[in-house]
């Protein structure tokens, strides 16, 4: 079954300590993307990758940090979470660039406390 | 950037009723609209796209509209359900996306 997993679904943490979202998709994607969800703002586009050893910051970068050395995967990793960070986070994938659908992961709601 | 602004912020329809939600873009090399639908709970989840070499397009009960010179893209909805009730996203994209702030559809049986 064609799909992006993101793990885990919650997670409540302290601030300053470090964590990891996953993400992976088995569907041969070259783009990869993060978003956070906050209410009244919409999805705003964290970090996309193109492909394989390339990323790019999108609209909210501050704070976060990616990677993409396989094509599967696309962790999410904040170093020093703050509370501002507390947010519904989507991962998601598509066939290349910004022209074809987008098929997100269920979702990753994180609280920093 | 590209600033996408999306219209209304909240709308509700008696059921059987049309429903539209539009959305304005900035950026002229913006080439691909989806739309995304997100139910409670769920994630986003595509319901219809448009390129920018395209003005409209339908799919049974749904339509989008894109108008490349004014820089702005609609959302058509004919026949409302209940089950259309969620909220609705509009996104514009070159190699980013950028989303609109969404429109929380309420169809009333």
């Known amino acids: 079954e064609a799909q992006v997993t993101q793990n885990p679904r919650y997670l409540i943490t302290v601030t300053g300590k470090k964590l990891t979202v996953t993400c992976s998709q088995n569907?041969?994607?070259?783009?990869m993307s993060w978003y956070r969800q906050d209410p009244g703002l919409g999805l705003r586009q964290i970090y996309y990758s193109m492909n394989v050893e390339v990323t790019d910051k999108g609209d909210v970068p501050e704070g976060y940090k990616v990677s993409r050395k396989e094509k599967r995967n696309f962790p999410l990793i904040l170093e020093s979470p703050s509370p501002n960070q507390t947010s519904l986070y989507f991962c998601?994938?598509?066939?290349?660039?910004?022209?074809?659908?987008?098929?997100f992961g269920a979702g990753t709601r994180l609280s920093v406390l | 950037g590209e600033n996408v602004e999306q219209h209304p912020s909240t709308l509700s329809v008696q059921e059987g009723d049309s429903a539209v939600i539009k959305c304005t873009y900035s950026d002229s090399a913006s080439n691909y609209f989806p739309w995304y639908k997100q139910e409670l709970g769920k994630r986003p989840q595509l319901i219809i796209d448009i390129r920018s070499n395209v003005g409209e397009k339908k799919d049974q009960r749904i339509a989008v509209t894109l108008n490349k010179t004014a820089k702005h893209f609609s959302l058509h909805i004919t026949e409302t359900q209940p089950e259309d009730s969620a909220v609705y996203f509009c996104?514009?994209?070159?190699?980013?996306?950028?989303f609109g702030t969404g429109t929380s559809l309420t169809v009333i049986p």
């Open positions: 998601a994938s598509s066939l290349d660039r910004g022209k074809n659908i987008q098929y």
């Open positions: 996104a514009a994209s070159g190699n980013q996306f950028y």
């Open positions: 569907m041969n994607h070259e783009y």
